[in-house]
C-alpha cells in the first residue's frame, strides 16, 4: 500500500513537472524527481494509459512534452499555483470585459480546492479602484476579443465599424494615431490587425489602416466587425518592433518608434524634492536643497509641459531649451489677458465675435 501511495504522488510530480509547457529530457526529469531514467519511462507510460497525451522526441537523452488532447485531463496545480490562479480569477472578476467569466471559472476552481487551499483564496479580497475623472467603457464582450485574437493570429484583413460609446459608427484619428469617435456615420474600416493590447483598463486593436495607410489603435468597445473578413496578408514590422513601446509610444503623441515624450523639459522649482516627487508623474526630481529641486519632465506638447509645470505653486527657473521658455512667455501673455478681460490672439488665428 505503501508503494503505491509513493507511485501516485511521483505520478502527480511528473504530471506537474510535464504541465509547465515546455520539453523535458528523461535525464532531466529523473533528477528532478530522485529517480532513474527507466523509472521516468516507466512512469510515462503509466500517465498515457490514464489518458494524458505525452509525446516523446528524439534526441541523446530522450524529451518529453505533454499535449493537448480530445479531452482535457484533470488538471494539476500545486499550493502556490493554486493560489495564483485564484488570485489572478478574483482580479480578472473586477474587469468589465471578462468579469462574469472570471467569477464564474472562480467559484469552479474554488470547488475543487482542498479545504485548507478554499481558506486562503477565502480571505483574499480585491477591489477594483478606478483613477479619478476616468471615463467608463463600454463592456467588450468576449466574443469581440475572441473574434479579434482569431483574425490576428489567422492574418486576415478585417473590415469594421467604428463607432462611440452609444453606438455610432463613426471614427477619427488622433494626433496620437489613436481612433476616437466623431459622431458622424461613415464607411467601414479596412484594417490588417496585428495585436489586442490593454492600457489602462480598456482593450485596444494595433492595426495598420489600409485606407490612411498609417498604424492606428482602435478602442476594442467600439469596434463591430463586419463579415467575411478580408484575405490573408503579411504582417508589417510595427515602428520599434516591440508592442508595448509602441503602444505607449503612440498614447504620448510619438510616432511609436520611441516611449519618450516628444517635449521634455528642465526646471528648478523652489519646493523641496519630498513636495514635488509625488506629482511628478513619470518625470525626474533631484534634490539641489532643503526647498529646491530640479525637474524633468516630458509632455506631449511645450505649451502642456509648461502648464503642467505650473501645476506647482512654486518659483520656476527654466533651464532649457528654448522652446520651453517660449511656452511659457505665451502663458504668461495669455493669463495676463485673461486677468485683464482680453482675448489673447495667437499668431495665426482669429479672435472670436
Do not use: N
Not at 482580479?91 to 485548507?116: F, H, N, W, Y
Not at 476594442?220 to 505607449?248: S, Y
Amino acid at each position: 500500500m505503501r508503494s503505491m501511495q509513493k507511485t501516485s504522488a511521483r505520478l502527480l510530480a511528473l504530471l506537474s513537472l510535464l504541465q509547465t509547457h515546455r520539453d523535458w529530457s528523461g535525464d532531466d526529469l529523473a533528477g528532478r524527481l530522485g529517480i532513474t531514467p527507466r523509472t521516468v519511462r516507466r512512469d510515462i507510460d503509466r500517465l498515457r494509459e490514464l489518458g494524458y497525451p505525452v509525446r516523446a522526441t528524439k534526441g541523446p537523452s530522450g524529451g518529453y512534452r505533454l499535449d493537448a488532447g480530445a479531452h482535457l485531463p484533470p488538471l494539476l496545480f500545486d499550493d502556490g499555483q493554486a493560489v495564483a490562479l485564484a488570485l489572478a480569477l478574483r482580479s480578472a472578476a473586477t474587469d468589465e470585459t471578462i468579469g462574469e467569466d472570471a467569477a464564474r471559472a472562480l467559484v469552479a476552481v474554488r470547488q475543487v480546492m482542498p479545504s485548507r487551499l478554499r481558506r486562503r483564496i477565502d480571505t483574499l479580497r480585491v477591489t477594483a479602484v478606478r483613477p479619478p475623472g476616468a471615463g467608463s467603457a463600454s463592456p467588450v464582450g468576449t466574443q469581440i476579443l475572441a473574434e479579434l485574437g482569431r483574425v490576428i493570429h489567422a492574418r486576415e484583413e478585417l473590415r469594421f465599424d467604428y463607432g462611440d460609446d452609444d453606438g455610432g459608427a463613426a471614427g477619427v484619428s488622433g494626433a496620437a494615431g489613436v481612433s476616437r469617435a466623431a459622431g458622424a456615420v461613415g464607411r467601414p474600416r479596412r484594417v490588417q490587425p496585428h495585436h489586442l493590447v490593454t492600457w489602462r483598463g480598456r482593450w485596444y486593436l494595433v492595426a495598420w489602416d489600409l485606407d490612411r495607410d498609417d498604424w492606428r489603435t482602435f478602442r476594442a468597445d467600439r469596434i463591430r466587425p463586419r463579415t467575411p473578413t478580408g484575405p490573408r496578408f503579411t504582417p508589417r514590422e510595427l515602428p520599434g518592433e516591440d508592442v508595448a513601446a509602441f503602444v505607449a509610444g503612440r498614447f504620448r503623441g510619438t510616432d511609436g518608434s520611441t516611449t519618450d515624450w516628444p517635449c521634455r523639459g528642465e526646471v528648478v522649482l523652489g519646493l523641496p524634492a519630498e513636495a514635488v516627487a509625488p506629482f511628478a508623474r513619470d518625470g525626474i526630481v533631484e534634490e539641489l536643497g532643503p526647498d529646491r529641486c530640479r525637474l524633468t519632465l516630458g509632455s506631449w506638447s511645450w505649451t502642456g509641459l509648461a502648464t503642467t509645470i505650473g501645476h506647482f505653486d512654486a518659483d520656476i527657473q527654466v533651464i532649457g531649451p528654448p522652446e520651453l521658455t517660449g511656452a511659457f512667455a505665451e502663458l504668461a501673455a495669455r493669463y495676463a489677458a485673461a486677468a485683464a478681460g482680453r482675448i489673447q490672439v495667437s499668431p495665426g488665428s482669429t479672435p472670436a465675435p
